[in-house]
């Protein structure tokens, strides 16, 4: 997995009734776009993501 400042993570919900989450990804801490990402979600809390196969990267559009 690859990302850059900018793009979105999106993280599936991974039961029935659990809602996905969207957020920014404000800091890449891993070399050469690695995880972990330190990503600001939609719903305004932050936090170190170590993305697992329930997520994937939006990148931005140029």
Excluded: T, W
Excluded at 23 to 46: C, N, S, T
């Amino acid at each position: 997995m690859r990302a850059a400042v900018g793009d979105r993570l999106h993280v599936h919900g991974r039961r029935v009734g659990n809602a996905d989450a969207l957020g920014e990804i404000v800091e890449v801490r891993g070399a050469d776009g690695a995880p972990p990402y330190l990503v600001k979600f939609d719903d305004g809390h932050q936090g170190l993501v170590f993305p697992g196969p329930d997520c994937e990267v939006e990148h931005e559009s140029p």
